[in-house]
């Protein structure tokens, strides 16, 4: 298919420390756009190692990865981080905001990074994202007054400023009550559904992978399903 | 790049830490200020202990030594003159200290483009006849203008108007430890007997007071005509040629040549006064060193600050590069926060730095040796301003620069992962 958004081709990684082990062995698979994918497997078995290869913060790896028909081999941190700013949102269990900066601020930051519009519309879009999410009125709140649940969705409406390819989390709903963690399914339901957002989602709720399309399944490094 | 937002986020992460980065920056300001106040004030005493013998030393001095006459007549003979002759008990020749030919000499040095004026002197010793004690003492015929002018003599005049000498006929100005000795007050008359024996009333009209106390207790000033008249000489008779140069440093080349030229002796202040350019440097270098040691402790408290806000913000750096920033930018913001703190701090410092040097300027500082001085000296250089600035900005540079490579290095998979 030629909607290829991300590709593995043979990933390995190896941690040296204390002793070399292989965490991730041959991983193959691909995703296209608009695919909803759950990753599960038992705790240790290389879901977020793997998470972190594909968003290219993780470079020491073995094997191939092509984002949007690129490869990521050998290219530079600069590069890399325009990629991830540009293609990559990110969602992860801790909410990591800034505390510094308003919750809107927070939810521009990649945006003016990206500088591909203007303040005001980068501002513009940043309080469009946080409607959809139904969280317009915390914009101007800083960031570390906001409950567990808000601050997720906060992190949602970050990831999605820039219209990225992929969103990719990792346990976004681990950290979260079952009300909480039901209104982020829902959101990112919503995305895939309704906006086709592409999404890869690392998580250990059962449930929830259930309701995704497509389930990957992990085992001690390997894809087994 | 996207430098508004990276100053942006610089001043956020500034502005949560804002009284720890307070700290840091009064750091800067306090070495910045210390800086600045030490080299003014220390600039400022150099000056005025250099002032003390430079401003009144000439730049080249032209005189009569007196020593042997280096033409011998056995040299001048036709049989002996091209052999080696050893001459025993040589005597010094005619004791004429007169700048021979002292008018057309000194018509030439006023044609000299390298010669900013020049002020004609005789020194003459005698004797002050204080009842039946005798004092020696020096005498200097001088023209009041020009050694006013060049030599800033009217400036060590504490007591009466130097015109006077002048306006007055017969008239002195006595150093001050000379006139307590002879216990003389203005409008007194003092005696002299000069070395051929002559003896000479003169009307003291005011003191003279220049720092160097030994220097005040021989020393005393007439005009010109007053010393040719005492001396019984015609008014030709000169036996110093003073010049003040524009360039003070050429004077040492200067003398050579005039040396040549005109075949009297000549002396250069660099020669003359050879140690008090060392003292100098010394002075000021415990200055710079004194205050860069400040600046450079103020660093080590910008570099903490910078670490500890690195070690806590190790979250928003993650995030950060997580979102797209990539290890350049992050240096970029931790850098100009560093900067910041210096700009900041630096600014204040030049301020604070001025204004605690205007206070010292003036605290009064009275001292018998300096009858001019009556402040504390302070030297407002400019350049001490320019190069505090730019140590300010070099060492919070220098600072930030290791806290923002280790920022620019954090590994963000690292950080997520730990959580
Ligand atoms: N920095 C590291 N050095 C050595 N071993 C590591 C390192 N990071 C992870 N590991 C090991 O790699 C394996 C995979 O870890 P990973 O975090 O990917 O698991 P996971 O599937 O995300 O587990 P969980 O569901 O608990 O989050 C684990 O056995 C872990 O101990
Ligand atoms: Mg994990």
């Known amino acids: ?225 | 790049m996207n430098y508004k937002l990276i100053f942006n986020i610089a001043k956020s992460l500034l502005l949560a830490r804002w009284k720890q980065t307070l700290v840091a920056a009064i750091g800067v300001t306090f070495s910045i200020t210390m800086f600045i106040t030490l080299l003014s004030f220390m600039t400022g005493l150099n000056d005025l202990l250099d002032g003390l013998i430079l401003n009144r030393t000439p730049h080249v001095r032209l005189f009569n030594d007196i020593k042997p006459n280096k033409h011998q007549p056995i040299n001048s003979t036709v049989t002996y003159g091209k052999d080696y002759n050893f001459i025993n008990s040589i005597k010094s020749s005619s004791s004429r200290q007169e700048i021979y030919n002292s008018g057309a000499i000194m018509e030439s040095l006023t044609k000299d483009v390298n010669v900013m004026g020049l002020a004609p002197k005789i020194i003459a010793p005698v004797f002050f006849n204080d009842g039946s004690i005798d004092i020696t003492g020096v005498i200097n015929g001088i023209d009041v203008e020009e050694e006013s002018r060049l030599l800033h003599f009217n400036e060590y005049v504490t007591t009466g108007n130097p015109l006077d000498l002048k306006n007055v006929s017969n008239s002195i100005i006595l150093g001050k430890g000379l006139a307590d000795k002879l216990i003389a007050n203005i409008g007194d008359v003092v005696q002299i007997t000069t070395s051929k024996g002559e003896r000479f009333q003169l009307k003291v009209i005011g003191f003279f007071q220049s720092g160097l106390l030994e220097f005040d207790k021989t020393q005393s000033f007439a005009t010109l005509g007053t010393v040719q008249k005492i001396l019984g000489k015609p008014n030709s008779y000169i036996t110093d040629i003073q010049v003040k140069l524009y360039d003070i440093k050429k004077a040492p080349a200067l003398a050579r040549e005039y040396t040549q030229l005109y075949g009297a002796d000549a002396e250069d202040i660099q020669t003359a006064n050879s140690q008090f350019e060392t003292g100098s440097f010394v002075r000021s270098l415990i200055s710079y060193a004194v205050g860069i040691t400040l600046l450079v402790v103020a660093g080590f408290g910008i570099y903490n600050i910078l670490n500890m806000m690195i070690y806590e913000k190790m979250d928003s750096i993650a995030i950060l590069k997580a979102t797209g920033f990539s290890g350049t930018d992050v240096k970029r913001i931790f850098l100009v926060i560093a900067l910041t703190i210096g700009l900041f701090g630096g600014t204040l410092g030049l301020a604070f730095g001025f204004l605690l040097s205007s206070v010292i300027d003036q605290i009064p500082f009275n001292t018998a040796a300096l009858p001019t001085v009556t402040t504390y000296p302070i030297n407002y250089n400019p350049v001490f301003y320019l190069i505090g600035s730019s140590f300010s900005l070099i060492t919070t540079y220098l600072a930030g620069f290791f806290p923002a490579r280790k920022a620019s290095k954090v590994d963000p998979v690292i950080i997520i992962r730990g959580k």
């Open chain 1, 1 to 225: 298919m030629s909607d290829i958004i991300l590709e593995a081709r043979g990933i390995c990684k190896y941690f040296y420390d204390p002793v070399k082990v292989k965490v991730l062995n041959e991983i193959n698979f691909s995703i296209n756009k608009g695919d909803f994918v759950a990753v599960t497997g038992k705790s240790g078995c290389g879901k977020s190692t793997l998470l972190y290869i594909l968003s290219t913060m993780d470079t020491d790896y073995e094997g191939e990865l092509l984002i949007d028909g690129e490869l990521m081999k050998g290219k530079k941190e600069k590069q890399l981080a325009r990629i991830r700013n540009e293609k990559i949102g990110f969602v992860f269990q801790f909410h990591y905001l800034l505390n510094e900066f308003s919750v809107l601020k927070n939810v521009m930051l990649p945006g003016l990074k990206l500088g591909k519009y203007s303040d005001t519309e980068v501002a513009d879009r940043a309080m469009e994202k946080l409607k959809m999410l139904g969280i317009e009125n915390l914009g101007m709140k800083k960031a570390n007054q906001l409950s567990g649940g808000e601050k997720q969705r906060v992190a949602i409406a970050r990831a999605l400023i820039n219209d990225p390819l992929i969103i990719m989390g990792d346990e976004p709903t681990g950290n979260l009550d079952k009300k909480n963690s039901e209104i982020v399914f829902d959101i990112f339901k919503e995305l895939a559904e309704r906006y086709k957002q592409t999404l890869l989602i690392v998580t250990h709720d059962q449930g929830f992978a259930a309701n995704t399309h497509r389930i990957i399944e992990m085992e001690d490094g390997k894809i087994i399903k």
